[in-house]
């Protein structure tokens, strides 16, 4: 069965730092490109990061390029995110999400979802 | 920016049909994909490349695509089916990926 448990959200003041972490299991993590989803509060999803199977490519939305740093870590089975110079907008539900696509490139979309982490981003 | 349109609200008594357009410039190329949400709940995959269903996802569902507009189909819908639906596709880059604003299906 595939899980994804995220973890790392909290309050975080403007400016700062945080670094999320998503555990996954039930299937080889190499072989999946992995992503990030945050929806703010009362709206709606929003692509933020993806990281190809071996890692060695990574896609940023144009509002966290730059701030934001997509990881991973095979051996350890663990997606990550490392999020620097918060905002409040960067206020969301943190989704780490399996996919778009396979080490093949085959497109499969966004096929399982962990539970999220909030993050929330305000003095 | 890239941008996929979905309306916001749909309504359908039991049994009936629910239809939802997502419609975008670069649908042609890319693929879509719808996601289901209940409240407090994660996303849930119910179409994935335009029409396909995943494993698990009632024979209800299904999708189809129609120049530079894609349909999320529900057949006889059960009040189980109330929730927030997401169209979600790439740009012509394939390399940027986008949601649409979702559309809240209320049962009536």
Known sequence: ?123 | SYELTQPPSVSVSPGQTATIPCSADALPKQYAYWYQQKPGQAPVLVIYKDSERPSGIPERFSGSSSGTTVTLTISGVQAEDEAEYYCQSADSSGTYWVFGGGTKVTVL
């Open chain 1, 1 to 123: 069965e595939v899980q994804l448990v995220e973890s790392g959200g909290g309050l975080v003041q403007p400016g700062g730092s945080l670094r999320l972490s998503c555990a996954a299991s039930g299937f080889t993590l190499s072989t999946y490109a992995m992503s990030w989803v945050r929806q703010a509060p009362g709206k709606g999803l929003g692509w933020v990061s993806t990281i190809s199977g071996s890692g060695g490519s990574t896609f940023y939305a144009d509002s966290v390029k730059g701030r934001f740093t997509i990881s991973r870590d095979n051996f350890r089975n663990t997606l990550y995110l490392q999020m620097n110079s918060l905002r409040a907008e960067d206020t969301a539900v943190y989704y780490c999400a399996k996919g778009p696509y396979d080490i093949t490139g085959y497109q499969r979309g966004f096929d399982y979802w962990g539970q999220g982490t909030l993050v929330t981003v305000s003095s």
